[in-house]
T-cell receptor, first 115, second 115 residues
Framework: AQTVTQSQPEMSVQEAETVTLSCTYD???????LFWYKQPPSRQMILVIR??????QNATENRFSVNFQKAAKSFSLKISDSQLGDTAMYFC????????????FGGGTRLMVKP | DADVTQTPRNRITKTGKRIMLECSQT?????MYWYRQDPGLGLRLIYY???????NKGEISDGYSVSRQAQAKFSLSLESAIPNQTALYFC??????????????FGPGTRLLVL
């Protein structure tokens, strides 16, 4: 079974600054995807970024980028130029492509962006 | 209009009652999922369906049942609700025919309180 750990329950950052959220996972699989989802107070789950494990290049989506370290089983999210609208819970998730595409989520990190 | 809708958005029920949560999607996706989120935790998979005739148990299926009435509809039932089923319930969809078939898109969630 896979486990996903987010070691930072809460974080804060000043508007316009950069913040990095940590995620580690444990698996014996080699064929998987990793995701970051954002859950604002509206409680909607919004996809932020995805990473295929077979790709060495780190994924980027505008102000969001990841640092994927496969050997270390680490998948951190960097948010640049933080905006007030980035305030939300952030969940790291693991998908084993050999097991029904089931998502396994971490416990989440609550991010507060301060003006 | 939202691509993935869930009804009701909020529900209060009593212990022992049977209730149904419904999910509909206009995305044309073939795969649908039901997740549960408890306070301070990530989502956990209850059931998933890759096709109208395909139903699979997830991590925490006990006490729940599902019905895939059509490709666009996936219902979750609690046959006899109990207080520890109080949670936020999410429906999600994905499309096996798309380039990023592994990506799941979530509905707005249903908040359920069992008294």
């Amino acid at each position: 079974a896979q486990t996903v750990t987010q070691s930072q329950p809460e974080m804060s950052v000043q508007e316009a600054e950069t913040v990095t959220l940590s995620c580690t996972y444990d698996t014996s699989e080699n064929n998987y995807y990793l995701f970051w989802y954002k859950q604002p107070p509206s409680r909607q789950m919004i996809l932020v970024i995805r990473q295929e494990a077979y790709k060495q290049q780190n994924a980027t989506e505008n102000r969001f980028s990841v640092n994927f370290q496969k050997a270390a089983k680490s998948f951190s999210l960097k948010i640049s130029d933080s905006q007030l609208g980035d305030t939300a819970m952030y969940f790291c998730a693991f998908m084993n492509l050999n097991a029904g595409n089931m998502l396994t989520f971490g416990g989440g990190t609550r991010l507060m962006v301060k003006p | 209009d939202a691509d993935v809708t869930q009804t009701p958005r909020n529900r209060i029920t009593k212990t022992g009652k049977r209730i149904m949560l419904e999910c509909s999607q206009t995305k044309g996706h073939d795969r649908m999922y039901w997740y549960r989120q408890d306070p301070g935790l990530g989502l956990r998979l209850i059931y998933y369906s890759f096709d109208v005739k395909d139903i699979n148990k997830g991590e925490i299926s006990d006490g729940y049942s599902v019905s895939r009435q059509a490709q666009a509809k996936f219902s979750l039932s609690l046959e006899s609700a109990i207080p520890n089923q109080t949670a936020l319930y999410f429906c999600a969809t994905s499309d096996s025919r798309q380039q990023y078939q592994e990506t799941q898109y979530f509905g707005p969630g249903t908040r359920l309180l069992v008294l």
